[in-house]
T-cell receptor, first 111, second 112 residues
Framework: DAKTTQPPSMDCAEGRAANLPCNHSTISGNEYVYWYRQIHSQGPQYIIHGLKNNETNEMASLIITEDRKSSTLILPHATLRDTAVYYCIVPLLGTASKLTFGTGTRLQVTL | SQTIHQWPATLVQPVGSPLSLECTVEGTSNPNLYWYRQAAGRGLQLLFYSVGIGQISSEVPQNLSASRPQDWQFILSSKKLLLSDSGFYLC???????????FGPGTRLLVL
């Protein structure tokens, strides 16, 4: 997998936007960027993925830089239930789409 | 819609005892299925994946095995558990190998 780098932790006030960065400078042209999150003691939850263009769904927005070397996950109005560890992943093509979860970013949403 | 189930939710087993964890997927046919383990405070480690009935690929040599007796069923087994087998076991599915994986609720295993 292309190596990804994320800050270990972030805080966000409830109701504000949470912007979670990820660096993936070794990403290749056909590799997607995936975001998952894991709330304590639960299975990981898929959030969003993208290749080149920005993506938006009911959970979040994904902004990918033009050179594709970094991306930002945006939770537009964070709630306490968004407190979780967020993982940015670039699965290696040509394999069984193995998801290698690193340490991620622990997002703490506070009142 | 598709749903994925795992059981049991938690399990405490003595060292040397056998293990059987089950994962089932509803609402889709011929899914790709995966078993992962997450040790405390660490990332996910892919253990096995399956592209179809009876087709199992092992990613990490260990005392665990997997089987897929039905299209919708994926089983993780061990004949003799080790202390190091403790962890959070997650099953996931995807439509195709290159696509998004969706995870089950997990089984927390403690080997004493």
């Amino acid at each position: 997998d292309a190596k990804t780098t994320q800050p270990p932790s972030m805080d966000c006030a409830e109701g504000r936007a949470a912007n979670l960065p990820c660096n993936h400078s070794t990403i290749s042209g056909n590799e997607y960027v995936y975001w998952y999150r894991q709330i304590h003691s639960q299975g990981p939850q898929y959030i969003i993925h993208g290749l080149k263009n920005n993506e938006t769904n009911e959970m979040a927005s994904l902004i990918i830089t033009e050179d594709r070397k970094s991306s930002t996950l945006i939770l537009p109005h964070a709630t306490l239930r968004d407190t979780a560890v967020y993982y940015c992943i670039v699965p290696l093509l040509g394999t069984a789409s193995k998801l290698t979860f690193g340490t991620g970013t622990r997002l703490q949403v506070t009142l | 819609s598709q749903t994925i189930h795992q059981w049991p939710a938690t399990l405490v087993q003595p060292v040397g005892s056998p293990l059987s964890l089950e994962c089932t997927v509803e609402g889709t046919s011929n899914p790709n299925l995966y078993w992962y383990r997450q040790a405390a405070g660490r990332g996910l480690q892919l253990l096995f994946y399956s592209v179809g009935i009876g087709q199992i690929s092992s990613e990490v040599p260990q005392n665990l095995s997997a089987s897929r007796p039905q299209d919708w069923q994926f089983i993780l087994s061990s004949k003799k558990l080790l202390l190091s087998d403790s962890g959070f076991y997650l099953c996931a599915w995807s439509v195709r190998q290159w696509e998004t994986q969706y995870f089950g609720p997990g089984t927390r295993l403690l080997v004493l």
